[in-house]
């Protein structure tokens, strides 16, 4: 879970700025359709941006998992280690690491 702070309060930000956007929109006339636009693009922007992070996240931390000699339950998604024959979290049955 390391860095998911700085991650949502990345997220976070840029929802803010998103939202800051749509209320100038709303009160700054001039500039009405700039903002709203502005708002709009920020949103899309930072949407698929934590999309792409938690990817990234995800596969970063199965690599982690790989380095530690570990793999992931298929049953309940738990780490558990390649050799183990019992998952120690649902004590279900792993089935045999299938090589690449
Ligand atoms: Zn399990």
Redesign the pocket.
């Known amino acids: 879970m390391f860095k998911s702070k700085i991650f949502l309060t990345t997220i976070g930000i840029g929802f803010a700025l998103a939202g800051i956007s749509a209320l100038l929109a709303y009160f700054y006339e001039p500039l009405r359709t700039f903002f709203f636009i502005l708002a709009i693009i920020l949103f899309i922007v930072h949407l698929m941006f934590s999309q792409l992070a938690y990817v990234f996240y995800l596969l970063k931390r199965d690599a982690y998992l790989k380095s530690m000699n570990m793999r992931r ?6 780490p ?1 280690y390649k050799d183990d024959e019992v ?6 049955p ?1 089935e045999k690491e299938t090589r690449d």
């Open positions: 339950c298929g049953h309940c998604n738990n558990v998952c120690p979290y649902c004590k279900k792993l």
